[in-house]
């Protein structure tokens, strides 16, 4: 499996945009993966766009500092 590490600061409108065209690359080529998004810290809505995705997506994960 292949772990993509997102760094994700203060990017709360590309959380889903990220996650859909980098999960869809991924399947397409039948490669196993998980996205993780890092929220280091953000001010914006970033985390909540995470935690939406992670709803959405079986291959997407967060992590929040």
Known sequence: MM???I???NEEAMIAKAAAVIGQL???RG???EL???DD???DGTWTAV???AG???DVRGVRF
């Open 56 to 58: 959405q997506r079986s």
């Open 7 to 9: 760094p994700a600061y």
């Open 41 to 43: 810290g953000s001010k």
């Open 26 to 28: 991924l399947d397409d």
């Open 36 to 38: 993780i998004f890092v």
């Open 3 to 5: 772990s993509v590490v």
């Open 31 to 33: 490669i196993a993966h």
């Open 51 to 53: 935690e939406q995705a």
